[in-house]
């Protein structure tokens, strides 16, 4: 057949061509013209022609060529002898049509040529001729009355004799070179009351001589009888076929006959293909139909036994599955074709599949099984019998009929002989899961084989199924690029589904996955949809699932001891209509784990609205419930996917409160791979000199620059609402307000501003910027000011037990600063320049250690306290215990600084994990602090709890200057504002919750004792 098209469509170009010159002058070079125009408005292929020479008896055409997607003609000369005068009355009389010599290639690659002349508006205009034609056609109901009727012709035809000779170029198989056919078709004396007899010749050349088929042969004779110049009355077809090659040596035969025979009693069929067996022939496929003159039907068997041995020697290269078939059957259709009968039994083994398709080498040798007694008529489909049964070396699955029934396939209706038994029978004995596997890819799955039963039965006018037995696949095990993601895991599902006239329905009442004596999930599904066009389809289910027994499973190994408990439970509703929705709403809940307590209960809910303009409405908030609180925050979102990404959101809080945040927080730290405790210097208070940065000059290899930004097509707008956010019962964050917006090149925050108090308010304003031809096409830049801020409530809660290190109203400006080459560098390379102000307020940072105060208690057991007495005592009491008082006295006034103004300035480097603190100055009536220092960043570890070190100038007045001076500290002399400082720096270190000043009582303790010498060395004779 593939070398018959080609062919059949030459000669239709021929007998085109013909039609259009007979219409031509018959002065050749006008001819000549006329048909290469024609040819030229042919949009979809090129073509041109040498010659043409027109006569009223004679039609000549040289040299032609046409060329289409995937083939190539090359006619060197077409004549044909007929009177033109009689085929312009519908009488085509061919005496002679010779075309010899003529090549077709259809090995050329079937791409359209560039170029090519558009549809013109009159052929436009033909095609929607044509096309409304057909459509006026296809109204006209259709009557069968025979196949020799279908091929009337339009007009008179006669042919004496046709000699047409030429070569056929065909790709057999791919990636090999062509194949080579040699083609001839001879005959005549077609006309009315004369037997038309034609022989058809073709020789196949394999390019491959050592193939197993190497050439092949086809003879062909073709009988056609008319009994009227229009209309056939018998079509013979006899066909043998013969394939050569090294496996087959002695030759493969294939004999095919196809007879049409008509006359007064009506038309008979027949179709039958026979190859030779053990000296007789073998029925490969055989055909007999009759449609007899009066008859309302069409009728006829059939009949096959078959194999791929039988037919791979005539495919031309094309490999086969291993396979063979047996089986009957009749047939019966009225002439309208509108009422079909069909019944018959087939019974077909297959094997090696993956011929055709590599991936089903897993399915092996399946044998199939069907018996089938079938009528269609309009709509209703009648069943009378039919089964179905597929195995391999064991039952896979099978289908039955168990009663007789009608299916209307318009209606839905169903109409049953019993309605009280069953219909049909699904059974899947064992599906095995190895034939998934080629389709997986790098996944691996094992298990034992599918199982499960239906019955199909009908119910109010329409069917129902329910299941005997539910789906099942137990010990599934499933693992990827040789990673363990699934193992030991049962499940089990039991559907049913109902379709009437009403509608459909199907329901999941059971699903459950399970290992060993633990449930991981259990869910059900609804769904259904009213009968009828455009009809909405709605979905309801619910879910729950055991969170430890999930995350024991190997996909989730790296959770395993998350959690010791927890329930996840959802419930969804879908609508499917012209606007999607799906809302869904989950609880978690009984949450335990053994690393954090505590930890609260999750509320999720989701409503999500597809248009049919294609934007998407959703809502998603999330509740957390601990202690009687509930955290609130919701996300409101409107996304356009057309002409391009487009989001605008709200997001929206009630309150949130951190501290039930916190064992969530904890909870994700403790999936961190532990890390071993490295021994690192003590911070310097002086600043760290900055290691020289990676270059590739150095052997660094340099992080590689995002070529697009991480919002590349994608613009938007953010706004935010939070009413609270609680820290503690003192640290409130009220108010928050402002609005993300995201441009093409850049993303701003504008105006973020809350409340921090009742006299303080934070502002923020910033904007990031890409330039993709940078190395660094980040840049971010910002600012952030905070008035009246007064710290002390977040030292209160970042150390309960102890008094705020500062207290007052601050005012904070803040400049943010950053590049990054990606999107992942870009939070490790902002940099914050803050300064702080004050005009008022405490500073208890160097409140001395409780032991020093301990010391001078007069406690038995304090060797300051006993030593200082027995001196005092012996050298009168005036020195030692004025020197003891004043340490007391200057520890108390040190603890509590009053300051008239506090100024800091702090630079923060997220890329090198450290804040500078520098232009310490704090300024009282009796004390003055200059100073600076370095917080050490540390991951997870809240600011004012960062290791701090620092040192600090101080100068002292009046009192406070006297004190000092009866310990000896005092290096002598005033600044110009009548301070007099301290002989030594001051050196602390902590935090800044919790500063230590070790050091300060170290210098007093041994300021003390030196003091006390003079009369210790008197008291030991010294």
């Not at 018959?4 to 070079?29: H, Q, Y």
């Not at 009389?93 to 002349?117: I, Y």
Request: hydrophobic share 45%; glycine share 8%; net charge neutral.
């Amino acid at each position: 057949m593939k070398l018959l098209r080609p062919i059949l469509w030459s000669v239709a170009v021929l007998a085109a061509l013909t039609l259009v010159i007979i219409v031509l002058a018959f002065n050749t070079s006008v001819q000549t013209w006329a048909a290469r125009r024609a040819l030229a408005n042919q949009a979809d292929m090129k073509a041109g022609v040498g010659r043409v020479s027109a006569g009223l008896k004679l039609i000549e055409l040289n040299d032609i060529k046409i060329e289409k997607p995937g083939m190539v003609l090359n006619l060197p000369s077409l004549t044909i002898e007929m009177p033109l005068a009689s085929a312009a009355g519908k009488n085509i009389a061919v005496k002679r049509l010779v075309a010899k010599g003529w090549k077709v290639d259809l090995s050329v690659p079937p791409v359209v040529q560039k170029g090519a002349a558009p549809a013109t508006a009159t052929t436009a205009r033909s095609q929607n001729a044509s096309s409304s034609a057909a459509t006026t056609a296809s109204k006209e109901p259709f009557s069968f009355d025979g196949v020799l009727k279908l091929l009337r012709l339009p007009v008179d035809f006669s042919l004496d004799e046709i000699d047409v000779e030429g070569e056929v170029t065909f790709q057999a198989e791919a990636g090999k070179p062509p194949s080579r056919a040699t083609v001839r078709f001879t005959g005549g004396n077609l006309k009315a009351g004369g037997e038309g007899r034609f022989n058809y010749v073709s020789k196949i050349l394999m390019p491959v001589t050592d193939a197993p088929v190497s050439e092949l042969t086809i003879n062909s004779v073709i009988v056609v009888l008319m009994d009227t110049p229009r209309t056939l009355q018998k079509v013979s077809i006899v066909t043998d076929v013969k394939a050569i090659g090294q496996k087959f040596p002695q030759g493969a035969d294939l004999h095919s006959e196809l007879v049409l025979n008509g006359g007064k009693a009506g038309e008979a069929y027949l179709v039958s293909l026979q190859t030779p067996l053990a000296g007789a022939l073998k029925n490969l496929f055989s055909l007999d139909a009759s449609f007899p003159a009066g008859a309302t039907s069409l009728s006829g068997k059939w009949k096959m036994d078959v194999s791929n041995a039988d037919v791979a020697p005539f495919t031309l290269g094309l490999q086969l599955p291993v396979f063979s078939a047996t089986g009957e059957g009749a047939f019966e259709a009225d002439r309208t074709f509108s009422l079909i009968h069909t019944s018959g039994r087939v019974d077909n083994t297959v094997e090696q599949l993956a011929v055709i398709i590599p991936e089903l080498t897993a399915v092996g040798r399946i044998r199939n099984q069907l018996d089938f007694d079938l009528s269609k008529q309009g709509d209703l489909l009648r069943i009378e019998r039919f089964s179905v049964a597929v195995s391999g070396n064991k039952p896979i699955a099978s289908v039955q009929a168990l009663q007789k029934f009608d299916y209307d396939l318009g209606t839905r209706a169903l109409k049953v002989t019993d309605p009280s038994a069953e219909l049909l029978r699904l059974t899947l004995h064992g599906l095995p899961l190895a034939w998934a596997q080629p389709f997986l890819k790098d996944i691996v799955l094992s298990g034992d084989d599918v199982r499960g039963e239906f019955f199909v039965s009908a119910r109010n006018g329409g069917f129902a199924m329910r299941p005997s037995a539910p789906i099942t696949i137990t010990n599934l095990n499933v693992s990827q690029a040789g990673k363990p993601l699934v193992r030991a895991l049962d499940i089990a599902v039991k559907m049913a589904a109902d379709s009437t006239q009403q509608g459909w329905q199907a329901d999941i009442s059971e699903l459950f996955l399970r290992s060993g004596s633990a449930t991981l999930l259990s869910a059900n599904v609804k769904a259904g949809c009213p009968a009828g066009d455009g009809q909405p389809i709605k979905a309801t289910g619910r879910m729950e699932a055991n969170l430890p027994a999930l995350l024991a499973q190997p996909v989730a190994a790296q959770y395993a001891t998350l959690l010791n408990q927890g329930v996840v439970k959802g419930e969804f509703t879908a609508n499917i209509d012209t606007t999607k929705q799906i809302s869904a709403n989950f609880e978690v809940s009984k949450l335990g784990s053994a690393k954090v307590e505590k930890l609260p209960l999750i509320q999720l809910g989701l409503r999500v609205d597809l248009q049919p303009d294609g934007q998407i409405v959703a809502q998603i908030p999330l509740t957390l419930d601990a202690a009687g609180r509930k955290s609130d925050i919701e996300l409101a979102a409107r996304v356009k996917t057309a002409p391009a990404l487009h989001i605008e959101a709200d997001v929206l809080s009630n309150a949130i409160y951190v501290q039930d945040l916190l064992p969530l927080q904890a909870l994700a730290a403790s999936l961190q791979p532990e890390q071993k405790p490295v021994q690192t210097a003590k911070p310097s208070a002086q600043p760290a000199k900055a290691e020289p940065k990676a270059t590739a000059k150095n052997g660094a290899v340099k992080p590689e620059a995002d070529k697009l930004p991480f919002w590349n097509a994608c613009t938007g707008l953010l706004k935010l609402a939070l009413k609270e956010i609680v820290y503690s019962p003192d640290v409130k964050v009220s108010n928050v307000t402002g609005q993300l917006k995201i441009e093409a090149g850049a993303i701003s925050l504008e105006n973020i501003k809350a409340g921090l108090g009742a006299e303080s308010a934070a502002a923020l304003n910033g904007t990031m910027t890409f330039e993709g031809k940078s190395p660094e096409p980040y840049t971010f830049s910002g600012e952030a000011t905070v008035t009246g801020f007064d710290p002390a409530p977040y030292f209160k809660a970042a150390n309960p037990q102890k008094e705020p290190t500062v207290e007052g109203k601050f005012d904070v400006v803040s400049k943010l600063s950053g590049i990054a080459p990606n999107a992942a560098l870009l939070a490790s390379k902002i940099k914050a320049d803050l300064t702080l102000s004050s005009r008022g307020g405490v500073f208890r940072g160097l409140a001395l250690p409780k032991a020093f105060s301990d010391r001078f208690q007069g406690k038995s057991g304090s060797l300051i306290s006993n030593i200082t007495g027995v001196v005092g005592a012996l050298a009168g009491g005036s020195k030692t215990g004025n020197a003891a008082a004043a340490a007391i006295e200057l520890a108390s006034l040190l603890a509590l600084i009053p300051f008239d103004q506090l100024n800091v300035q702090l630079s923060h480097d997220a890329n090198a994990a450290l804040t500078r603190m520098s232009d310490f100055t704090l300024i009282s009536p009796t004390i003055r602090l200059t100073g600076s220092g370095t917080i050490l960043q540390q991951e997870g570890v809240p600011l004012l709890k960062q290791p701090l070190t620092a040192q600090f100038e101080m100068s002292s007045h009046g009192h406070v200057a006297e004190l000092f001076g009866k310990q000896g500290m005092l290096q002598g002399g005033t600044d110009t504002l009548g301070y007099s400082p301290l002989f030594t720096p001051i050196k602390v270190d902590g935090t800044l919750a919790e500063i230590g000043t070790d050091a300060l009582m170290n210098i007093l303790l041994q300021k003390l004792l030196a003091s006390s010498a003079g009369p210790l060395g008197n008291l030991f004779g010294k």
